[in-house]
């Protein structure tokens, strides 16, 4: 069946980097895009960064982030080992939350990941000040 399942959350000081890991199973990586979400206490989740199907350029990949996570946040995937990895770096205590990976059909700027289907339970991050 199909899964998701994260790893990589910790507790961190603020400034410091988490690398965070998505790993798939039940299908093919390579024919879906994957995007990383985050939800606080109290607040709704929100996307963070996705990653298209593909990760060659000249096949029309492309990765999407969030305004609060350019240039802090890197998407990356390797499809031969069915995993998807978030490098967080310059972490703020705005970035804690729990961190789940979700499967989709596109990534697209502005829009982020769309047609979600299967999302995994998600891996918690908690940055101090």
């Known amino acids: 069946q199909v899964q998701l399942v994260e790893s990589g959350g910790g507790l961190v000081q603020a400034g410091g980097t988490l690398r965070l890991s998505c790993r798939t199973s039940g299908f093919r990586l390579d024919y879906y895009a994957i995007g990383w979400f985050r939800q606080a206490p109290g607040k709704e989740a929100e996307g963070v960064s996705c990653?298209?199907?593909?990760?060659?350029?000249?096949?029309?990949?492309?990765?999407w982030y969030a305004e609060s996570v350019k240039g802090r946040f890197t998407i990356t995937r390797d499809n031969a080992a069915n995993s998807v990895y978030l490098d967080m770096t310059g972490l703020k205590s705005d970035d804690s939350g729990l961190y789940y990976c979700?499967?989709?059909?596109?990534?697209?700027?502005?829009?982020?990941?769309?047609?979600?289907?299967?999302w995994g339970k998600g891996t918690p991050v908690t940055v101090s000040p």
């Open positions: 990653t298209t199907s593909s990760d060659d350029p000249d096949d029309g990949a492309m990765k």
């Open positions: 979700a499967r989709g059909v596109r990534c697209m700027q502005k829009h982020g990941l769309l047609g979600k289907d299967y």
